[in-house]
């Protein structure tokens, strides 16, 4: 008969606050791909069928029945504009924040990354509010100071 051994909540050492960080660095790099795979698929797709104009914010509010696009409009559209432009962008500084999140450094970084990705509504400003919010508590922030 074999014993095996099975881990138990007490093997595993964590200093107060390192669950979140890792926890948080997962769903960041999850929400990172999951923006940059709709950002890359986008351009791919506007590139393939030649029509750059999706990635062109007058051509995009011009589409409204030669009608002048009110306010609302406009904002979506460079919403979109935005969305498809730079989603890659806030996806590899989402991914990248993940990293330092799971080595405990660049909390600078991490900071600038979150405020970037409150623009990217709505899986990375949900991200970012999160992250924001873990990085105001107390055990997280020592995670960091016990790094130096």
């Given at each position: ?24 660095a ?29 990635l ?35 996806g ?57």
């Amino acid at each position: 008969m074999k014993a095996y051994a099975h881990a138990q909540a007490a093997d595993i050492h964590l200093r107060r606050g390192e669950g979140y960080l890792y926890f948080m660095a997962y769903l960041q790099i999850l929400a990172g791909v999951l923006s940059l795979l709709f950002s890359v698929f986008a351009i791919a797709r506007a590139v393939s069928a030649g029509d750059l104009n999706l990635l062109n914010l007058t051509a995009t509010t011009a589409g409204y029945d030669g009608s002048s696009p009110g306010v609302l409009e406009t904002l979506l559209a460079g919403y979109m504009v935005v969305q498809l432009a730079f989603g890659w962008l806030m996806g590899l500084a989402l991914i990248a924040s993940a990293i330092c999140c799971l080595k405990h450094t660049g909390r600078r970084f991490i900071v600038i990354a979150s405020v970037l990705n409150l623009f990217n509504f709505p899986h990375g400003s949900t991200v970012a509010i999160m992250m924001l919010h873990g990085l105001t508590r107390r055990g997280i922030s020592q995670v960091f100071d016990e790094r130096h």
